[in-house]
């Protein structure tokens, strides 16, 4: 899965370089052609750093990625649409994997999208509970969900399941970073089709 890379890895204090890089493409959406830049680009530009993937409380990460991964339609549009109407603004970044970054200025969960419609991931940094929260959530969702082998799914997956039904697909946990540095926990779906 190609959601780990849209998180970036920020350890404290090093946020400098991917806000230079954001700043940078700001500004030159801003300023190309002399036209006016979309408002989101604003409203982008004063996020702060450390919450572009903020601390998510367990409640609120896990309820993202059910309010926007499974109960929202799988359609691009249509979650992108969710997200707008969340306050969330998309991150003007072209990723070669198809992968649009949705993020709000407040304690939500960054929100991924593959432009297939395919994959759907929320991303915060590590914080107590999370993880027995959405272990919580798959088996209420997916009752029927039996465990993989997380090498299956990528580098960093740290848990996978395979979740059968209308609304399954594979379920994945990857966590980015270490104990010892701050870390990054996606949680995300991948379907078949």
């Known amino acids: 899965m190609a959601f780990g890379a849209a998180t970036g890895h920020r350890h404290r204090g090093g946020g400098v370089a991917r806000l230079a890089v954001l700043a940078a493409v700001l500004l030159l959406a801003a300023c190309a ?23 998510s409380s367990p409640a609120r990460f896990v309820a993202g990625f059910e309010r926007f991964c499974l109960d929202t339609p799988p359609l691009p549009a249509t979650v992108a649409a969710a997200l707008r109407g969340a306050d969330y603004v998309p991150v003007p970044e072209r990723r070669a994997d198809g992968v649009t970054t949705f993020v709000v200025d ?14 759907c991931a929320v ?30 799914v990528g580098r960093n997956t740290e ?18 970073g270490t104990p ?14």
Request: charged share 20%; proline share 8%.
């Open 180 to 193: 010892s540095t701050p870390s990054r926990l996606i949680l995300g779906i991948w379907r078949a089709s």
């Open 123 to 152: 991303a915060a940094e590590s914080r107590s509970g999370q993880t027995e929260r959405l272990r919580a959530m798959v088996g209420r969702r997916f009752p029927e969900a039996t465990s993989i082998d997380p090498a299956l």
């Open 33 to 55: 052609g002399g036209a006016k830049a979309a408002p989101e680009i604003h409203e982008l530009a004063n996020i702060d750093d450390w919450n572009l993937v903020p601390k």
């Open 159 to 176: 848990t996978a399941w395979l979740a059968p039904g209308p609304n399954g697909g594979i379920v994945f946990v990857q966590r980015l």
């Open 106 to 119: 407040d304690s939500r969960p960054m929100v991924m999208l593959l432009a297939n419609g395919r994959g």
